[in-house]
T-cell receptor, first 111, second 120 residues
């Protein structure tokens, strides 16, 4: 299982772009990178997943360099409701791997 | 999309009693489900892997006799906290992976909304 390292916390202001980087130096060939968002007293919610290069959906972008040893979740123009904990997970989802959560990044968006 | 339902969302029980938490995959079959525990301000901690039709696999340090897991069907896994004590008070979450998805369209695991257990 690829271990992940993220900043413990980040602060931002409404309307700004937020970039959260995750390190996963021992990522394996079949591993995908998935980001989740968790609000207090709720289960994690899928945000975005990628394998390499860049992935974009309606809520975020995911940038993955060629060596895949890190990834960056980009949240455009955050709002107060984006205040949450963000987790980066790495693994071979098709293989039914165990999801081991790191500490995650606590994002606090200020008005 | 894939939905995982957990019930109850919150429960209060007396010390020494047992509590059952249900995790259902509503629109897909899940041969494997996972159970987590989360304490305040902490990350999710994987407790066990629930396998349909076979025994659950517990993580190191998790008492299998205290946290009974039953995965009797492809859409239901249950976690029973036996002889609950105040230190078992926590937020319990389950997850499952929709099957039949290739790596290029896989969206990882779907999580339930969690169960807040308070033992008094």
């Amino acid at each position: 299982l690829a271990k992940t390292t993220q900043p413990i916390s980040m602060d931002s202001y409404e309307g700004q772009e937020v970039n959260i980087t995750c390190s996963h130096n021992n990522i394996a060939t079949n591993d995908y990178i998935t980001w989740y968002q968790q609000f207090p007293s709720q289960g994690p919610r899928f945000i975005i997943q990628g394998y390499k290069t860049k992935v974009t959906n309606e809520v975020a972008s995911l940038f993955i360099p060629a060596d895949r040893k890190s990834s960056t979740l980009s949240l455009p123009r955050v709002s107060l409701s984006d205040t949450a904990v963000y987790y980066c997970l790495v693994g071979d989802w098709t293989g039914g791997f165990k999801t081991i959560f790191g500490a995650g990044t606590r994002l606090f968006v200020k008005a | 999309g894939a939905v995982v339902s957990q019930h109850p969302s919150r429960v209060i029980c007396k010390s020494g009693t047992s509590v059952k938490i249900e995790c259902r995959s509503l629109d897909f079959q899940a041969t494997t489900m996972f159970w987590y525990r989360q304490f305040p301000k902490q990350s999710l901690m994987l407790m066990a892997t629930s396998n349909e039709g076979s025994k659950a696999t517990y993580e190191q340090g998790v008492e299998k006799d205290k946290f009974l897991i039953n995965h009797a069907s492809l859409t239901l896994s249950t976690l029973t906290v036996t002889s609950a004590h105040p230190e078992d008070s926590s937020f319990y979450i389950c997850s499952a992976s929709p099957p039949g998805t290739g790596a290029n369209i896989n969206y990882g695991y779907t999580f339930g909304s969690g169960t807040r257990l308070t033992v008094v």
